[in-house]
């Protein structure tokens, strides 16, 4: 018998967008959680985007994703970073009210009339053969479903360390799901342990502000969404201290009883987003490391302390935040803690994100080793779609690396692994230039209507643009002046298209010079692509048998049998392969397609 | 990073020898892949027939390069779908002497023909339906081939100096790039400096490729061959070296003096530099007029030879002959023996060492940068001066934007992967994590 036609374990960024993802498209989805009062919970900064992860943001609304519209809602400082460095690299970061933003998921989920959200604990996946069947949950409801989305976040075998501190959980008083890693591990699945930290929250009202430098957002708010043009929302301060000496000598002191340094956690750590003990012990040259004071809601005294992550004892943690500007009476609120938890090694997907260890499973977020709220909504959305598909019986979206950041991320997951925290970053793209924020909806929007998700009217939105972006450039290359095309002369370095005077909007007449000035570049990249998706179109079936081939060297069988690529592109770019086994593997997979 | 190491391709031009790297009446170059008739035509004398020819149509013509000859060749066209590989193709039938094959083979890549790796025509005739047996041939050559694959391979080749000298300078741009990619992958309140182009760097990078660069006299040494001059008394034993050296009776070797009357010249090889070896007249005031003009020649090519080898009689001195970079050594070791480089013609002894030494000394005369090993070949010569250029191009360029200016070191770097191997965005993200505190 079956229940529902999908079943999504956990309720974090990833889950959200997933069950979204799959109810939106008509499926009766269920999405449980061991707590519905922390569904899409911001658990570490108070922000969504930045450089490569706006990008991310923008490129899951493209495809009819929900995170865009959530921090549009409940932002409340907005900047576009990177400004002077180029357009290439700019992106949008907005701090968000957490607490309006978790709480906004929530009624967001309780909207969709096909999803059933339910408050359990999932202790094991219901399986035959390979295939899953459904979930097993702690109170005894054995739930069939078709596919399952599972999206555990911190929490498989979380752990928290303050100190000599311990406890099974995933966020700081939320316990663990510990039989469902168990369980899992019984089961076969490639498990890791990784690591990641918080630092942290103290009391407004016990802050002296005025020795702090103060962080303003831009004046002008713009959303994430391409579904509409304003947002209106509260515009609050952030603010900058630093540490010095005395912090540095307190921690130098205590390190001994940090569960990191002092061995107790096993489980990697991001080395881009290190703890404040971290940071001193590997760079002791530094003589100050900047901290951000930023707010976690409007009317909430808790600021969130950016840069101070720590897992050293409270009264340590207490002692060296009191040696910074502005801090010196804070309370805390919260404190800073290590979090370790299960991943699952993520060379055992399909790009589709479907496992290679039991058919019909799906897994996104945290659980494949990536960090980040940003990078586990892509891979919820992606995971929802595919589970979809694979109901339907159709073919996976696969993103490309040459036309998302989303694509760049999940090929890198299920084509290299990760052995640490995956973050993303602009230079894991080849194709920076292309994969702007601003070009998301260009990029994917046409792509999310034939997969299902996105609607006429965030189509004709796309069209209005285009067109609006033509007419410009049209204009352009009519209009004369110092006996030049206007065109010709917008891509001398000091001209600026505002001094034309066209009647536009700033977002159309940015894109444009953009495209103008930065033409040969982005032709050369075009060209580029168009040699990579050579390799990208010739497809290998999931089914081959890697022994067969005759000629392949041991290590390579080896590595093409645990990956299973899925198209030459993908084989290539699995590290340490010798050319000539790709050459014996091309003409392995010809032959075969040949004889079939 | 942008382009990989060459992978096996389709339609791509590529040149092979057909036949073995060994001397021989006729040697055979294939051509093959997109434009190879029109690429090959820029060097072929009889290029106007050769377009209008039909598929399977044989052409007589010389392979020309800066005005001048290097051979006669038969050239077999095919049109593409006909050829073995399936692509459009020519084969090319030329003189089998080593220099000649060498000289074609650096001419090709001048054309823009990339060396084909093994079993690549085959690799090409299978993926264009021309052949359907793989198991049989393609991956026989593909697996045969791969210890030669794996020799081949970046930094092996090289030798130890230049091999650390490559890699330091691969050390220096990704350093220059990590820090770029920061303030990229990082915002500006992150990171609190800003900026600076590494001008003085930059110019000491690109002064040290085009050093490198230049080590491979490729102008010269390599594409036209060294000059190599046997030079020494009247019957020291020259024409008896000359013909060992060739391994055939090609000079009249006679115990006479004087039998040389003018120089004689012929093409081999040492080692990896093609030579042009000249037999001269003995060095002999002489009343007959012949063997002195004869002698007059001789002293002009001997002062304008890459080397000589000059042959000392037992008993005589080295001295000034002329030529700096002289290799003096003891002939007729069979019959006695005498310190330093000694050799026998007639039984081969010692011959090796000579050759090698002589190679070494070649080699040492295409260094025009002391302290740097030259590199030894085009391909890689011509990585770093593309490299070099790049860089050279971001100098006048140090007020773009970071996202552009990202690309220029990107670009020097994956020029360079011939030299030092794949460079990953892993590798820039570990070594920016490794050298910038980051991170909130």
Known sequence: ?596 | MQSDMRRYETDEPIYGLATGYQKSAIAIFRLSGKGCIELFSKAFSNARRLEKASSGTVIHGYVIEGGERIDEVMVIKYTSGHGYTGEEALEVMCHGSLVIIKRLSVLFEHLSFAQALPGEFTYRAFMHGKMDLVEAEAVEELISSKSETSSNMALMRLSGGLSKEIDNIKGELLDILSSLEVYLDYAEDEVEEEWVYPEEEVISIIGRLDGIASTYNATRIYQEGATVVLAGRTNAGKSSLFNALLKEERAIVSSFEGTTRDYIEADVLFGSVPVRLFDTAGLRESGEAIESEGIRRSRKLITSADLVIYLLEDGEEESDVGNENTLFVHSKSDIRKSDGISFSSITGEGLDELVKKAEEMLIGKAEEHPGYVPISSERERDALLEASSILKESLGKSDLSLDLLVLYFRDALSSLQVLTGEITSDDVLENLFSKFCLGK
């Open chain 1, 1 to 596: 018998m079956i229940d529902y036609d999908a079943v999504v374990i956990g309720g974090g960024h990833a889950g959200i967008e997933a069950s979204l993802a799959l109810s939106r498209e008509g499926y009766s989805t269920l999405l449980i959680t061991q707590s519905l009062d922390a569904i899409g919970r911001l658990s570490c900064n108070p922000a969504i985007g930045g450089l490569a992860k706006g990008n991310l943001v923008r490129e899951i609304d493209a495809l009819g994703g929900e995170m865009a519209r959530l921090i549009d809602s409940t932002m409340i400082q907005y900047r576009i970073l990177n400004r002077r460095r180029g357009p290439a690299v700019q992106a949008p970061r907005a701090q968000a009210d957490k607490f309006s933003y978790s709480r906004l998921a929530k009624e967001t989920l309780e909207r969709e009339k096909n999803l059933h959200v339910f408050m359990d604990e999932v202790v094991d996946i219901i399986s035959e053969g390979r295939k899953a069947l459904g979930v097993l949950t702690k109170r005894g409801n054995e739930i069939r479903s078709s596919v399952v989305v599972l999206t555990t976040g911190t929490f498989m075998r979380g752990k928290i360390f303050i100190g000599e501190y311990e406890a099974n959980e995933g966020r700081l008083s939320e316990e663990a799901a510990n039989d469902l890693g168990w369980n899992l591990e019984k089961k076969g699945f490639p498990i890791g342990r990784l690591k990641t930290g918080t630092p942290a929250r103290v009391r407004l009202s016990s802050l002296d502000l005025s020795r702090m430098e103060v962080e303003k957002g831009d004046e002008k708010m713009r959303p994430f969404s391409f579904d509409y043009d304003e947002v209106e929302r509260p515009n609050l301060d952030c603010y900058i201290t630093y540490t010095n000496e005395e912090t540095h000598k307190i921690i130098r002191e205590n390190i001994n009883s940090s569960p990191l340094y002092g061995g107790k956690i096993v489980g990697k750590g991001p080395r881009y987003c290190p703890s404040i003990e971290d940071k001193v012990i590997r760079f002791p040259e530094r003589e100050r490391h900047q901290i951000f004071v930023e707010p976690e809601g409007v009317g909430s005294q808790e600021m969130y302390l950016n840069g101070l992550s720590s897992s050293l004892p409270e009264h340590v943690q207490e002692a060296f935040i009191h040696t910074l500007p502005g801090l010196e009476r804070a309370e805390v609120m919260r404190p800073g803690y290590a979090v370790e938890y299960d991943y699952l090694d993520p060379l055992y997907l399909y790009p589709s994100l479907e496992s290679k260890m039991m058919e019909n499973l799906f897994v996104a977020g945290q659980t494949n080793g990536t960090s980040g709220y940003e990078e586990a909504a892509s891979q919820g959305l992606v995971a929802g779609i595919n589970a979809a598909r694979k109901i339907r019986g159709e073919s996976a979206l696969v993103l490309k690396r040459s036309e998302s950041y989303i694509g760049v991320l999940i090929d890198d997951l299920t084509t290299k692994g990760t052995k640490e925290p995956y973050r993303m970053f602009t230079s894991r793209a080849e194709y920076r230039l292309l994969l702007r924020h601003d070009t998301a909806d260009q990029r994917l929007t046409r792509l999310g209507a034939e997969y299902g998700l996105v609607g006429k009217e965030k189509l004709e939105r796309l069209e209005e643009k285009l067109k609006r972006i033509d007419d410009v450039k049209v204009l352009l290359k009519a209009g004369r002046m110092e006996g030049k095309s206007l065109y010709d002369l917008l891509k001398e370095p000091e001209r600026h298209i505002s001094s034309f005077s066209i009647d536009e909007k700033d977002e159309i007449l940015d894109e444009v010079e953009m495209e103008v000035k930065y033409e040969g570049y982005i032709k050369r990249e075009e060209k580029e692509i168009g040699k990579f998706l050579k390799y990208e179109d010739v497809t290998i079936p999931p089914s081959l048998d890697y022994n067969k081939i005759v000629g392949l060297s041991a290590e390579s069988r080896e590595k093409f049998s645990s990956v299973r690529p899925l198209t030459l592109g993908q084989a290539m770019r699995i590290s340490g392969v010798r050319v000539s086994d790709y050459a014996i593997l091309a003409l392995a997979v010809k032959e075969n397609r040949e004889s079939e």
